[in-house]
């Protein structure tokens, strides 16, 4: 893929931006970037990453070989049609939006190859978890540059197009989920009397080594827990009001109501 087209340069693309540009993916100058109006904002990509900056119009929307649609959901339509009249007919789309369906992309800029995708903002250090789904016109060539592009920035998963809501609320938002488990254990570390440095370490590190130990797949997760609990421990006594605080049913609801909000974003909610 010679060159990249980003519209929208928001947190997921600069994360995007970020792992392709430091795998070694793309060229930084190869990478065009656009937004609405933050000026300051493409010169700071410009700045931090090397890449090309761009407004409607200019030459390089024509020459891009892939556009990547990165803008909020309710922005979408508007940023298609930012760019419609100039994108290449062969150029292939890669979007990274919650819920915009792929039809959307194929009624208002023409048959062309689609995937829709659903990455994480943990692609900034090449650990994203990502799935994504493809259009027919999708041909071997293209699938494998979208897959390793999406791969140089971590873990693909190629899905069917309906299973994307899933991951979006599994995937797409369960960074913000384990930051707010974190948030809220640090919280009650430091209420209880421990230093903020010394909890926000701990913290990190107990998050570091247990994801670790899972990688391993040495073991289920509840063989690894089994492992942590003595019985009368203490483990044992804070799974236990975990469990009385409705822990299970709390997660199950969380990914349901993502879920369900992806799919609200896929009818223009
Ligand atoms: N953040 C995340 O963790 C994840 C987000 N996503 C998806 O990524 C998408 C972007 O999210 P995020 O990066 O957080 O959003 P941000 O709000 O950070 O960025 C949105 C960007 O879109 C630009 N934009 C708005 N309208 C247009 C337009 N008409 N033409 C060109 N650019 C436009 C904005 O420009 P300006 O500032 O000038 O208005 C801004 O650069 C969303 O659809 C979201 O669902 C997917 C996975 C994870
Ligand atoms: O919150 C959102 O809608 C986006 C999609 C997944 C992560 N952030």
């Known amino acids: 893929m010679r060159n990249v087209l980003f519209i929208g340069a928001g947190s997921m693309a600069e994360a995007i931006i970020a792992g392709i540009t430091s795998s070694g993916a793309m060229e930084p100058a190869s990478?065009?970037?656009?937004?609405?109006s933050d000026r300051a904002r493409l010169d700071e990509l410009r700045d931090n990453y090397g890449i090309t900056p761009v407004k409607s119009g200019d030459p390089e929307i024509s020459q891009a070989e892939l556009a990547v649609f990165a803008t909020k959901p309710k922005d979408a339509r508007q940023a298609m049609a930012q760019v419609a009249k100039q994108l290449d007919p062969s150029a292939a789309v890669l979007s990274v939006m919650a819920g915009i369906p792929i039809s959307l992309f194929e009624e208002t800029l023409g048959r062309r190859p689609v995937a829709r995708s659903m990455p994480n903002t943990s692609a900034t250090i090449g650990l994203a978890a990502t799935g994504v789904a493809m259009n027919d016109a999708v041909r071997d060539n293209v699938r494998e540059t979208i897959l390793s592009l999406l791969?140089?920035?971590?873990l693909v998963k190629e899905v069917e197009e309906d299973e994307l809501h899933l991951i979006t609320a599994l995937a797409g938002s369960g960074p913000a989920y384990v930051y707010y488990f974190a948030e809220a254990l640090e919280e009650a570390a430091i209420t209880s009397g421990l230093c903020g440095t010394d909890a926000r370490d701990l913290i990190i590190q107990v998050l570091e080594g247990a994801a670790a130990m899972l990688k391993r797949r040495t073991s289920e997760?509840?063989?690894?827990?089994?492992?942590?609990?003595?019985?009368g421990g203490t483990t044992a006594a804070g799974i236990r009001a975990l469990d009385d605080a409705g822990f299970h049913r709390a997660v199950a609801s969380c990914i349901r109501a993502a879920e369900n909000r992806s799919r609200e974003l896929a009818t223009g909610q």
Not at 151 to 154: A, L, P
Not at 221 to 231: D, F, G, I, N
């Open 151 to 154: 791969g140089s920035v971590g």
């Open 31 to 36: 990478v065009y970037v656009m937004n609405k």
């Open 221 to 231: 997760p509840s063989e690894l827990r089994k492992h942590v609990t003595s019985p």
